[in-house]
């Protein structure tokens, strides 16, 4: 089991054609499959977005004929793919060539007789489709065979990794289990695009984009959908014309800042969600957080939602991301063993709070990538020398400048194992000097911190911010102490002193199980100390969070 890992494909599934990452040791048969050329991001999402439009979503019985349903709906054009899932009901989404179909179809459709409410009638692609004669049509039929939308079980993947063949090859398992799905992706940009609907009442030229982990090549089946509500192509002006005496501008309602201008925008649309979206629950403004924001659950598609505006840096963070991810296959097996662990551990957590957050684990995992000899992936600071002019991004004053297409980005010469990196990555940080240095992917060096935060992770590009500002000085202690462990259990297993017998996890599953965490604390307080001081902890969070307005949400 400690042979060199063979892992399986697991290519980026971002893209619809399916760019792959980079050649890896022992990936040479997954390699010969993929086509090399990748997608940038832009391309990605556009390709996406308008796939979306194509779209439709549709709550229908579990027993139906897909055969019929089919048919039926290609009266309206021909389908180009669909597929079922469940959330609160069986659901159907059905992409059709052409945008018209889609208007053929809600031609045919009527709007609900209730009997004791009332309906409001904003027409969606989101329909509700019955049988006429429910009893005969179902009655032989076998519920449709449904794509799942969540991840396994933890203990279930912990008996998965056992069966691997090294602890490289578990990563890549633990990667193919966890990461969205081709379905999974559609589905995330087709619940934007029917916000995006909705948003269009108000300005129609609109978009709105998914960023963060669901398009960064870094997300989880079940992660969170931020969701971006895009009004620049609105703002953009067209250059002046040269000829005639005159100029012409849009009078326009005037705001003090444009902070005041998202909440307001957020505002009314988060009040459209409200009241007339369907499907969607749950609305809550969050507009005095640092970066506004409408939370909300769209229970179609059984996505949390954060819908933003005004936040094109999140989105060139997430463009970097997807970058990152897409340059070597060992980026994204590391990133998502190392958030599973965490998780696992309570490191992380869904609720907000004076925890390590996923996006800061994703950074202190490029950072030690970019410190490896030779380094897997370049500099934020070498990015931007490869830039080209087009690539030239200046958001609100803060540079976000770096090269988008990654065929431009040379492999790196490193062969090192996913074994050796997921060891190292616990020993480096381990002993990682946080008490002094800051971490910084755009030099790939420590440096100094400027304020004493128990963990400053700078932001890439608003470079006076402090990504992981809510972390207090308990938690980040949490995280030394358990990697600390887990770099030591790994060295143990790797000399062949494992004190587990071959039917016990090993490897990345033993890293998971909750012993690892009551172990670890070797002669100083106990992980969870009395009930007092939790609850004090939890209460210091709580202040944590209002003083600093989400800070969690805080480049969003
Ligand atoms: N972001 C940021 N600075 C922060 C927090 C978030 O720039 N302090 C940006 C990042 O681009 C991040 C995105 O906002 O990817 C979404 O934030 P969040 O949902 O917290 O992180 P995700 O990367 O989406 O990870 P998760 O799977 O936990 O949602
Ligand atoms: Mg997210």
């Given at each position: ?40 991001f832009p391309?990605?999402q556009a390709?996406r977005l308008?796939?979306a ?135 995330r940009f087709?619940?934007c695009s029917?916000i995006q ?9 609109c978009t709105v984009k998914p960023f963060g982990?669901s398009v ?10 931020d969701m971006f509500l895009d ?80 936040n094109?840096?999140?989105m060139?963070?997430s ?238």
């Open positions: 089991r400690r042979a060199p890992g063979r892992p399986r494909l697991s290519p980026v599934r971002l893209s619809s054609t399916g760019a792959a990452a980079q050649r890896a040791p022992g990936r040479e048969e997954a390699d010969s499959k993929v086509s090399s050329w990748k997608k940038t391309e990605v390709e308008e796939q439009q194509r779209t439709v979503l549709i709550n229908c019985p579990a027993k139906i004929s897909e055969k019929k349903f089919l048919k039926y709906l290609s009266h309206h054009g021909k389908i180009n793919s669909h597929y079922f899932y469940e959330s609160y009901g069986t659901y159907a989404v059905v992409e059709f060539s052409e945008k018209d179909s889609i208007a053929s179809l809600q031609d045919i459709t009527r709007t609900p007789g209730i009997e004791e409410e009332c309906a409001v009638p904003f027409k969606s692609r989101l329909f509700t489709l019955t049988l006429k004669n429910s009893s005969i049509q179902a009655a032989d039929q076998a519920p449709v065979h449904c794509h799942k939308q969540s991840t396994i079980l933890v203990n279930d993947l912990v008996q998965k990794l056992c069966s691997a063949d090294s602890v490289s090859s578990q990563l890549y398992t633990l990667m193919d289990e966890y990461q969205l799905t081709e379905e999974n992706t559609k589905l087709l619940a029917l609907e909705i948003a269009c009442a108000y300005f129609p030229e982990s960064n090549t870094f997300g989880k089946l079940g992660c969170d959908l009004l620049d192509e609105i703002e953009r002006s067209p250059t002046r014309t040269k000829t005639g005496p005159f100029y012409m501008e849009y009078q326009m309602k005037r705001v003090p800042s444009q902070r005041i201008a998202s909440q307001r925008i957020l505002s009314v649309i988060g009040d459209c969600i409200d009241n007339f979206g369907p499907g969607c629950v749950g609305v809550q403004k969050i507009l005095n957080a640092r970066c506004p924001l409408v939370r909300f659950s769209h229970q179609p598609t059984g996505f949390q939602c954060d819908l933003t505006t005004n094109r840096v999140a060139r963070s463009e970097l991301l997807y970058i990152y991810g897409s340059l070597d296959s060992r980026v994204r097996a590391l990133v998502f063993s190392v958030r599973c662990w965490a998780r696992a551990h309570g490191i992380t957590s869904t609720i907000p709070g004076p925890w390590i957050t996923n996006f800061s684990l994703t950074m202190m995992a490029l950072f030690f990538l970019q410190k490896r000899t030779p380094p897997i992936i370049p500099t934020l600071d070498q990015l931007k020398d490869l830039a080209d002019a087009e690539d030239k991004h200046i958001v609100e004053g803060h540079d976000c400048t770096f090269a988008s297409n990654v065929n431009k980005i040379k492999p790196t010469e490193n062969t090192e194992t996913l074994d050796v990196l997921l060891s190292d990555f616990f020993e480096y940080f381990g002993n990682f000097a946080f008490n002094k240095n800051s971490i910084n992917i755009r030099k790939g060096k420590e440096q100094n911190k400027p304020e004493p935060s128990p963990l400053y992770i700078q932001n890439p590009f608003e470079q006076a911010l402090n990504i992981s500002k809510n972390v207090n000085q308990s938690q980040l202690d949490r995280f030394v102490a358990l990697a600390r462990e887990c770099a030591w259990i790994l060295q143990q297993e790797d000399k062949g002193h494992s004190s587990l017998s071959n039917s016990q996890p090993w490897g990345l599953a033993a890293l998971l199980l909750p012993s690892v965490a009551s172990n670890c604390v070797k002669g100083k307080k106990k992980r969870k100390g009395p009930a007092s001081e939790r609850i004090k902890s939890l209460l210091d969070s709580l202040k944590i969070n209002n003083a600093n307005s989400l800070v969690n949400n805080g480049g969003k």
